[in-house]
């Protein structure tokens, strides 16, 4: 009897190690488990973030794209009267034609000076020629070379409007980029 009783006490003991082996194993898995899954959401939170940031430069460059082109698309620089100084608004715009001639050196363009019909001939010529080198030095002193550029003044000889108004006036009072 002594013996039947020992032998359950062993097998219980050793049911009650095999339970007890067993659920610390399950702990240690599960805690392996909840360590994987931490270190798996930091690379998804990490990949999402690398994601997130190349869409965002991918946008940028687009928008960048977009406002280059329509930088270069304008080609019209209108001046006040009797003023030889571009308007400040044009600033930027000029900036992109000088930094696509500084990286196209074999780009060529001519800068057409106008004038009102106000003034004698040969003052408008005059008035359109500092236009014109007033673009021209912006576009020099932002990169472009001087010899990418030639000069020429209309002055009222090629009206963009054939009016005797103040709109007309304005309209004719200009610098026009032209590629060669």
Do not use: W
């Not at 939170?45 to 190349?54: D, V």
């Amino acid at each position: 009897m002594k013996i039947d009783l020992l032998l359950k006490q062993a097998l219980l003991l050793l049911c009650l190690t095999g339970i007890a082996a067993c659920s610390s194993t399950g702990e240690d898995a599960d805690a392996m488990e909840d360590v994987a899954e931490t270190e798996s959401g930091v690379d998804a939170t990490t990949r999402r973030q690398q994601e997130l940031e190349e869409e965002a430069r991918a946008r940028a460059a687009a928008a960048e794209e977009r406002m280059t082109r329509s930088a270069l698309s304008t080609t019209v620089f209108y001046f006040e009267f009797d003023v030889a100084e571009f308007q400040q608004s044009d600033r930027d715009v000029l900036s992109y034609h000088a930094r696509d001639l500084a990286s196209n050196p074999r780009k060529r363009i001519r800068l057409e000076g106008h004038a009102d019909e106000r003034g004698t001939r040969e003052y408008n010529l005059a008035l359109g020629e500092r236009r014109a080198n007033s673009v021209l030095n912006y576009l020099i002193v932002n990169g472009a070379s001087r010899s990418q550029i030639e000069v020429v003044s209309y002055g009222e000889e090629r009206p963009a409007q054939t009016t005797s108004s103040e709109t007309a006036y304005q309209q004719n009072r200009r610098v026009e980029i032209a590629s060669q």
